[in-house]
């Protein structure tokens, strides 16, 4: 069983929609991050957690550290907002930079 | 644009061959990190610096090397280059550790025939 672990693995949905992608994880971390990447393969951080819940924009990310669980939301979804979301966690204790990712979800949204 | 530089964008090699990627990190970042994304691993954490020193190191062959220079470019070397070591090299960068916020370059597109 892989460390971290995204679902749904594809995710089709039409313009307008609310999406939700889901980041299980099996080890203790200190920090999540929510990244973005497009076709061409560049990668974004969209977002840093650590506890509770952030915003930007139309996206929204939360963090259940007891539960090991973080959600990325997508409201208003729009076709631009297509690309593979990847969950990776940094574990707690003395590993500085080592990130583990889940597979990653691919989400296509239609006009 | 992260502010992250990556060259070369695309490399086609052979196996046998040896080749270095060159990253350079954002202005005023002293961390680097290295990643490699495959097909079939996914992402995977290479190796990380911190202002010129090794502070991490994850699932990083033998064969590969990485070191950050007094200017805090990186160089990540692979040698003795395998079919299996096609992938998407991206190089990232961050204020401190992991805990602020990570940027990423666009990655080298490695390909060994």
């Known amino acids: 069983k892989n460390e971290v672990e995204q679902s749904p693995q594809n995710l089709t949905a039409q313009e307008g929609e609310f999406i939700t992608i889901n980041c299980s994880y099996s080890?203790?971390?200190?920090?999540l991050h929510w990244l973005q990447q497009h076709p061409g393969g560049g990668i974004v951080s969209l977002f840093m957690?650590?506890?509770g819940k952030k915003k930007h924009g139309r996206l929204i990310a939360t963090i259940n550290i007891q539960e090991k669980h973080s959600s990325l939301h997508i409201t208003a979804s729009h076709p631009r907002d297509s690309a593979v979301y990847i969950c990776?966690?940094?574990?707690?204790?003395?590993?500085?930079?080592?990130?583990?990712f889940g597979q990653g979800t691919i989400l296509t949204v239609h006009p | 644009d992260s502010g992250v530089t990556q060259t070369p964008k695309h490399l086609i090699t052979a196996t046998g061959q040896r080749v270095t990627l060159r990253c350079s990190p954002r202005?005023?970042?002293?961390?680097v990190y290295w990643y490699q994304q495959s097909l079939d691993q996914g992402l995977q954490f290479l190796i990380q610096?911190?202002?010129?020193?090794?502070?991490a190191k994850g699932n990083i062959l033998e064969r590969f090397s990485a070191q950050q220079f007094p200017d805090l470019h990186s160089e990540l070397n692979l040698s003795s280059l395998e079919l299996g070591d096609s992938a998407l090299y991206f190089c990232?960068?961050?204020?401190?550790?992991?805990?602020?916020?990570?940027?990423f370059g666009e990655g080298s597109w490695l390909t060994v025939v």
């Open positions: 957690l650590s506890s």
């Open positions: 202005s005023g970042d002293l961390s």
């Open positions: 990232a960068s961050s204020v401190t550790f992991p805990g602020n916020t990570i940027y």
């Open positions: 990776a966690v940094k574990a707690g204790g003395t590993s500085y930079g080592k990130l583990t």
């Open positions: 080890v203790g971390i200190s920090a």
């Open positions: 610096y911190y202002n010129g020193e090794e502070r």
